[in-house]
């Protein structure tokens, strides 16, 4: 009768221990699941009236003489439901160079401003222009210091602009219905830094 008892015991030990072991490559099969799942972009659905968002600017660096220019563009578009109709003093496309080493008001170049009088759905309008960089000397911020010569940058901006009190003029055709994408994000990509003869 002992060894009958022995013998279930350990059987019962060894079964206890097939169940821990399964379960832990279970939870290490889900994690690795888990892990490999692919990663799906989060989709913007888009929202029940217009939508004006601001792109990100495309920058190029061009040299003429000894002075250096950044080519500049960028896209205002639709992507609501609504055409977006409005007086054209109440709303604009706005392509902006802040320069950041300024502030107040004289720290934003206005390269281009555009009215929007009208932009219907999935419609786009282009903005563009040339920035010439004060003081520039050369591009490579980025070599060892050099006596005499500093950093300098500038940040370039895409804005859909709005009279403050376009929500309360009876117009629902230019109510945005979604307001954060009215700028285009600050990313590094945004930023330009150069060189410049040091102001001190």
Known sequence: MKKNKK???????????????????????????KIQKPLTARIIQPCNGPDLVAGRPVISKQIIGDKGYLNLSAKVMNHGTKDFIS????????????????????????????????????????????????????????????????CQQVQVLVMVSYDPDIMMDGNTDND???????????????????????PW
């Not at 920035?131 to 050369?138: G, K």
């Open 87 to 150: 007086n054209p003093r109440q709303a604009s496309a706005q392509l902006i160079v802040k320069k950041l080493w300024m502030s107040g008001p004289g720290a934003y170049v206005y390269i281009q401003e555009i009215p929007i009088a009208r932009l219907n759905v999935n419609q786009e309008i282009n903005l563009s222009g040339r920035f010439e960089l004060p003081w520039f000397e050369r591009w490579d911020c980025d070599s060892p210091a050099v006596p005499g010569y500093c």
């Open 176 to 198: 945005d219905c979604r307001y954060n994408n009215n700028q285009c994000p600050d990313v590094p990509a945004n930023h330009v830094w150069y060189t410049v003869e040091c």
């Open 7 to 33: 013998m279930f015991l350990a059987l019962g030990l060894i079964a206890v221990f097939a169940l821990a072991v399964y379960a832990q490559v279970a939870v290490q099969k889900a994690d690795l699941t």
